[in-house]
């Protein structure tokens, strides 16, 4: 069965930082690509990073500069490094995995950004 699972998450104040991670029960080489998103009260689900099994990385244009994608290989987490961290920031944020055409989810995680 393969599994991801977030941690990381909590309450910060603007301007703070906070790293999440994206623990697999696989290794992250067999996943096409790894992806966080996240989901504000109220709105829907959006890309905010992605890192691709060769190593490219994208991100939303709201979090460029101040967010960043990594793995370790090692370990088979991805991480989602959150710098400059805003209150528009705030939601649960979700790690998704696509392996062998199939979708998979964590459970997600949530941030929370006060000002």
Known sequence: QVQLVESGGGLVQAGGSLRLSCAASRSIFSFNAMLWYRQ??????E???????????????????????????????VYLQMNSLKPEDTAVYYCYGLRA???????????????
């Open 40 to 45: 504000a009260p109220g709105k829907e689900r």
């Open 47 to 77: 890309l905010v990073a992605a890192i691709s099994r060769g190593g490219l990385t994208n991100f939303a244009d709201s979090v460029k500069g101040r967010f960043t994608i990594f793995r370790d290989n090692a370990k088979n987490i």
């Open 101 to 115: 055409s199939v979708d998979y989810w964590g459970q997600g995680t949530q941030v929370t950004v006060s000002s």
